[in-house]
């Protein structure tokens, strides 16, 4: 064998190595890449699990039984995240700076605290009567603090310390406005 067909041989054994060693390097950051990408997908959607998930809305009803029929105010919240939360209590909100606590103590209502599991549904009930005495309440309560019915909030309190609010029918925000 000549000595340059040796070299020429060399040569293209030594190109064909550093191909090889180029497309290794390549895959090499390209399985980098894939494994930090991975990393991320899996940080995000762990703690994404651990944010709950309420949805809910206030809007008016209508409570019919074979005695009456009563006028509501229906508060109904939704459990949308994979795990269970707590609800601990509800009230209104107004301005973000004044809260009223509101209490449900009749037997059209859920009780508080409740746990609710991935699905479950609260139902809260304030019933009106005939002289619309809540309507008053909140519109002499919001009036105080010199705000509208426009800035009136629904917010759900979580066992974890959460805050979720909730979107309020414009018909109840009327209802109070005629109060005021």
């Not at 054994?13 to 390097?25: I, K, P, V």
């Not at 004044?98 to 549904?121: C, K, M, T, V, W």
């Amino acid at each position: 064998m000549d000595e340059k067909v040796m070299a020429i041989a060399t040569l293209n054994a030594a190109r064909d190595a550093a191909d090889w060693a180029f497309w290794s390097m390549i895959g090499t950051w390209f399985a980098g890449v894939a494994t930090f990408l991975a990393v991320l997908t899996s940080l995000y959607i762990a703690f994404r699990d651990k944010k709950s998930f309420i949805g809910g809305k206030v809007r008016l009803g209508h409570i019919f039984s074979d005695i009456d029929d009563k006028s509501v105010v229906a508060i109904s919240v939704v459990n949308r995240s994979l795990h269970a939360v707590k609800l601990k209590s509800i009230f209104w909100e107004v301005n973000g700076d004044y809260e009223f606590q509101q209490l449900f103590r009749n037997p059209a209502s859920d009780p508080l605290p409740i746990r609710l599991e991935h699905g479950d549904e609260a139902h809260y009930r304030i019933i009106l009567n005939e002289d619309d005495d809540w309507l008053k309440r909140i519109a002499m309560r919001i009036s105080k603090v010199n705000s509208s019915p426009e800035r009136l909030r629904c917010v759900v309190a979580l066992s974890t310390g959460e805050r979720v609010r909730l979107k309020i029918d414009k018909r109840i925000k009327s209802k109070i406005k005629q109060f005021m």
